[in-house]
Structures are given as structure tokens and as C-alpha cells.
């Protein structure tokens, strides 16, 4: 079946570690990819995409994600976690039609 | 200069009762959408709209209804509501379908619906 999944439910990391947050899809063709954070009683805000060119993209707040075509895979990542990154990340994919898929999400913990 | 507003934040109501939400994007967007979230965050499409098309998502009791007084506004009508209708919905634009950044969508910052 077609789907965007994100693995992790709950990551905790501790301050100014590194961080990486999993996403993979399964659709025929490459879709549109886009990675959206939302923070506690707030909507959600576009981080990063990617349509095509260039596989790592940057984003804002020092996020960046790598598009693998052969892992089907678009994973986030951030060298340095600052206290404020606290949030749920969502992956999610525009196939062919047209239509926003979204992951489960991701719920990050930032320890001090 | 909030890109996509939607008003109210929050919306606690009984149910059977009829409510509506509103959503106004001033980023000159083609497309609007609406969104549930669920109490586990999952996040699913209930209608994309512009001013040639509405495409509802199957799932989508028809006690929801989209209204578009123009192409920057795209408010959700709902009928008898019902205690699993509780959620959060969100309202999101895009540019008109054909175009580079066609599919990137903005988001409302979301309208808290509790239904008792």
C-alpha cells in the first residue's frame, strides 16, 4: 500500500546533540517531499522540501534532509539540537494526484 | 501579516449543534484546503478547493461542508455535530496547481474543536 511512515514515535535527545528523524514512502514515483513542524498548541510550519535537483536540502532553523531514491527515504536532520526544536515532525509526500500524505509524526524531547 | 488565519483557535460546543469554521489566506493562493487532526496527531485531507474544483476526500461525513465566499477565504460548515467530530482542523493554501511551487501548502496555526 501507498504510505509515508516515520518509524520513531518519540525521540528524546539531550541538548547540542545531533539529531536525525526518519521518514520513508512507498509510492511508485518519486513524489514531492516536504518535512513540517508543529509546536505544542500551534500549526504546522514548512521546515524544508524537496522536488528535485540537489538530494540534501537545507531548510530553516538549521534543519536540513537528504532525498535516497534507492532507501525511498527523506530524513531530517539537525548537527546541533537547541531546547526550542522541542516539537512533533511531520513528513509527509504529494504523489501524482495531488493529494498531501502525511506521516504519523514524530514527537522530539529535548533534555538539558 | 498572518498568512493563513483561521478563526476561532478554539471552539467548544454540544453536540447536535451547527458551527463553522473560517480561513482567509492573504498569500494570493489558488488552492485551499482543510485538514483533521486527530487526538494522536494523525493528520488526514478532507477537501482541496479552488475556483474550478472541489475534491472531497471519500471518508468525509457530508455534515461537513466547504464554503468559498472568494478564492481567499475557504470557511468549513459543520451540521450535527458529533462527539467523535472533536479534533483539531486546519486550514492550508497552496498556489494554483501548474505552477513551481504548486505543491507546497502553508498552514493555519489550526482551530481546537471540542464537541460535548
Known amino acids: 500500500a501507498q504510505s509515508v511512515t516515520q518509524p520513531d514515535i518519540h525521540i528524546t535527545v539531550s541538548e547540542g546533540a545531533s539529531l536525525e528523524l526518519r521518514c520513508n514512502y512507498s509510492?511508485?514515483?518519486?513524489?514531492?517531499l516536504f518535512w513540517y513542524v508543529q509546536s505544542p498548541g500551534q500549526g504546522l510550519q514548512l521546515l524544508l522540501k524537496?522536488?528535485?535537483?540537489?538530494?540534501l536540502v537545507q531548510g530553516i532553523k538549521g534543519f536540513e534532509a537528504e532525498f535516497k531514491r534507492s532507501q525511498s527515504s527523506f530524513n531530517l536532520r539537525k548537527p546541533s539540537v537547541h531546547w526550542s526544536d522541542a516539537a512533533e515532525y511531520f513528513c509527509?509526500?504529494?504523489?501524482?494526484?495531488?493529494?498531501?500524505?502525511f506521516g504519523a509524526g514524530t514527537r522530539l524531547t529535548v533534555k538539558p | 501579516d498572518t498568512a493563513v488565519s483561521q478563526t476561532p483557535k478554539y471552539l467548544v460546543t454540544q453536540m447536535g449543534n451547527d458551527k463553522s469554521i473560517k480561513c482567509e489566506q492573504n498569500?494570493?493562493?489558488?488552492?485551499m484546503y482543510w485538514y483533521k487532526q486527530d487526538s494522536k496527531k494523525f493528520l488526514k485531507i478532507m477537501f482541496s478547493?479552488?475556483?474550478?474544483?472541489?475534491?472531497i476526500n471519500e471518508t468525509v461525513p457530508n455534515r461537513f461542508s466547504p464554503k468559498s465566499p472568494d478564492k481567499a477565504h475557504l470557511n468549513l460548515h459543520i451540521n450535527s455535530l458529533e462527539l467523535g467530530d472533536s479534533a483539531v482542523y486546519f486550514c492550508?493554501?497552496?498556489?494554483?496547481?501548474?505552477?513551481?511551487?504548486?505543491?507546497?501548502?502553508?498552514f493555519g496555526p489550526g482551530t481546537r474543536l471540542l464537541v460535548l
Open positions: 509510492y511508485g514515483a518519486t513524489p514531492y
Open positions: 478547493y479552488n475556483n474550478k474544483e472541489l475534491i
Open positions: 492550508a493554501s497552496s498556489q494554483e496547481r501548474g505552477g513551481v511551487d504548486q505543491e507546497t501548502q502553508y
Open positions: 524537496y522536488f528535485s535537483g540537489d538530494t
Open positions: 498569500l494570493g493562493h489558488d488552492t
Open positions: 509527509a509526500v504529494v504523489p501524482g494526484n495531488n493529494d498531501m500524505r
